[in-house]
């Protein structure tokens, strides 16, 4: 029942645009004397001036939404926006093709600032669109996409559909969406401010995009072209665009570490190596999410998809530092509703595979990535769990359901203002005299006989995840150790560690990160008793999708202080000092960590003489880990300035 409630607040909503702060109402509507809907309405007043592809002109705008269940009037009051929005004609190919347009637009304030507001129950934000269905005449394709996004947990635009008047003209069936953008409730990563040129600050967030280029895109300008060292056979050099920070936004030393990190990771793809876990793509990519756009590319079997309208985000350093594929977008012109492209309307075979030397082609990361035997288990172990649970048949049957439910009485408005239905419309496959009815038949026959190809034809065998806790001969410290999975960042916080049945003052301190299958858990306070503990690792920083419990490890194990009488480690303001009186039983190297978790640096030990490290770091604690005598050694310094 709690998916069947998140769909309908999903999918349930009208939009109407009409003039802010306007008083007086329409008086018609094409062939009606009054809309009424269930769905939300939306009425836009431009007062006189033509919505232009740029830049946005200053239009009014008011939305009626009385509620879930019930109708909305025309002539009810603008309950849910009323005032000012900028306005553009958005989209590409739609907006020379389709004479219903779709829009982008602003919500602003009386003096044109941007202002945030919630719209039909979606989170505050300024920037929003109007999406019109008219290729997709079963209006499906990127709503039911979406949906099923959301539904695998990761961020994916909301959607709201509704009915649009504009400038007293009833325009049809729309859907309200988010546009994709760094927002704590859409794409949520840090902001990247023009003065962070340097350290951690640098790092992140960042939006790119793999798109077609706009008129007089520039390289270097808007974006960049890629040339992976050694190159992917047979492969396209790919040209991304700055999203977030935006082209007129984005600072030289920012272009230039994006820049930077896309070229490592695409060599890390190509070079022979690029099955390890620590230089290949593991180290650059949230594996995880890579896998969850393939299945949705895959289900859909779009023709942009791997090609056009492929987004990428990429977190801060302290905050994971991988990157991400998504958010998801456009599927108007997948399942089957392409009339130039073969492969788009046969339910068998796989979209990713199409990697040529041509400008339309593919990318080549995910066919690389399909030649990893991990990353294949890893894809066939979430399709396997998504099958049964968010993606069954069952489910998805009632996502179709619900949205032709809903806009049935609509959607007969639409096709009387936009008489298309059983005429060609570009690029559509099946349209010879379709009702709507059959546009939703040929789009659910399609879908569901793509997914039952994918249940009987994707590759790998399932990963079964395990996690290991074990002590160490320092009773502050243990081992957690992972079985046929990664860790999904390096940069590890406290917060996606749990104890269990810890006695009382038992907490942790530090997550130290030793490779991408284990980490060290570093304890504030030693443990006085014999107990047993487990831990819980958070699904956040696995590439699997389910947190991991370990086995029961004992503490309390006695550990012989008397050890750091033979070793002196100090520090004197922003100076660390290491002296050993058995100096032959030091390791090499001394790793000092943050209380994040992050390697500051890594020294040479003087096997001869005490070691000096000048830290040049905040102020702050820092954990000093070496070896002495073969056992792993720990110890917490404050650096003062």
């Known amino acids: 029942m709690k998916f069947k409630k998140a769909s309908l607040l999903v999918l349930t909503g009208l939009i109407l645009l009409l003039p802010v702060l306007l008083k007086s109402q329409n008086t018609g ?100 669109i109007l999406y019109a269905p008219y ?17 695998m947990g990761s961020y994916c635009t909301r959607t709201v559909f509704c009915e649009v008047i ?39 967030g960042y939006i790119i995009r793999v798109d077609k280029t706009d008129n007089g895109f520039q390289i270097e300008t808007d974006g960049w072209k890629s040339y992976p060292n050694p190159p992917y056979p047979n492969a396209k050099h790919i040209i991304y665009q700055y999203y977030y920070p935006k082209a007129e936004d984005i600072v030289p030393q920012q272009k230039t570490y994006i820049q930077n990190y896309i070229l490592n990771t695409e060599n890390s ?17 949230n594996t995880g999410s890579f896998v969850d756009q393939m299945l949705l590319n895959e289900i859909s079997k779009e023709v942009d998809k791997y090609r056009y309208s492929t987004y990428f985000f990429k977190e801060k350093d302290s905050d994971g530092g991988k990157l991400f594929a998504g958010p998801p977008w456009d599927f108007n012109l997948g399942y089957a509703n392409v009339d130039y492209w073969q492969p788009g309307v046969e ?47 069952e489910r998805l ?93 390096t940069y590890i916080k406290n917060k996606y560690f749990t104890i269990n049945d810890a006695p009382p003052g038992i907490e942790i301190d530090t997550i130290i990160y030793v490779d991408a299958t ?35 490890a004992s503490i309390g194990t ?28 030091l390791g090499n190297e001394m790793m000092i960590y943050n209380l994040s978790g992050q390697l500051v640096k890594t020294v040479k030990i003087n096997p001869y003489n005490s070691t000096t490290i000048n830290l040049n770091s905040p102020a702050g604690i820092y954990i000093c880990t070496f070896k002495f005598d073969g056992k792993q050694l720990s110890k917490r310094v404050l650096i003062t300035e």
Not at 135 to 151: P, Q, Y
């Open 558 to 585: 006695s550990f012989d202080e008397s050890i750091f009488e033979d070793i002196k480690i100090f520090a004197v303001a922003n100076s660390i000092y290491l002296h050993c009186d058995r100096s032959e039983l």
């Open 347 to 393: 339910t068998y075979g796989w979209a990713y595979a199409f990697v040529e030397p041509y400008d339309w082609s593919t990318m080549f990361w995910w066919k690389r990535l399909m030649e990893d035997s991990y990353f294949r288990s890893l894809a066939k172990l979430r399709w396997l769990d998504i099958r049964q649970n968010q993606l069954s048949d």
């Open 135 to 151: 290729g997709d005449k079963s209006m499906l394709r990127n709503v039911v996409t979406f949906e099923m996004a959301r539904g």
């Open 29 to 128: 509507i094409a062939n009606f004397d009054e809309l009424t809907s269930n769905l939300p309405i939306v009425i836009i007043n431009t007062n006189g001036q033509e919505i232009p592809d740029e830049p946005k002109i200053t239009a009014e705008m008011g939305v009626i939404w009385n509620g879930p269940g019930e109708m909305n009037s025309q002539f009810d009051p603008f309950n849910n926006y009323d005032g000012f929005v900028g306005i553009e004609v958005r989209g590409q190919s739609s907006q020379y093709f389709y004479p219903k347009k779709s829009y982008s637009f602003e919500t602003r304030d009386a003096e044109g600032e941007n202002l945030n507001v919630s719209i039909l129950g979606m989170p505050e934000e300024n920037d929003w």
């Open 166 to 204: 504009l400038n007293g003209e009833y325009e049809g069936v729309y859907v309200m969406m988010e546009k994709i953008k760094k927002d704590e409730n859409r794409v949520n990563i840090a902001t990247l401010k023009p003065d962070e040129i340097s350290g951690d600050d640098l790092t992140g």
């Open 518 to 552: 284990m980490v060290n858990v570093y304890l504030i306070d030693e443990p006085k008793g014999n107990d047993e503990i487990s831990v819980t690792l958070d699904a956040k920083i696995l590439n699997t999708w389910d947190d991991l419990t370990t086995n029961t």
């Open 397 to 489: 049957e009632f996502v179709v359901d619900s949205i032709t439910g809903l806009i049935d009485d609509a959607q007969e408005r639409n096709y009387e203002r936009w008489p298309i239905l059983g005429e060609y419309v570009w690029p559509n496959y099946n349209w010879q005299n379709n009702s709507y009815e059959d546009e939703v038949a040929f789009f659910e026959d399609w879908f569901f006989d793509r997914l039952q190809w994918i249940d009987d034809n994707l590759p790998g065998i399932p990963l079964n995840s395990s996690a290991e806790l074990t002590a160490t001969s320092n009773n502050r410290v243990f081992e957690v150790k992972l079985y046929n999975d990664y860790f999904s960042r």
């Open 269 to 285: 793809l190509t070079k022979s190596t690029f099955t390890d876990p620590e230089v290949g793509y593991n180290g650059y990519l």
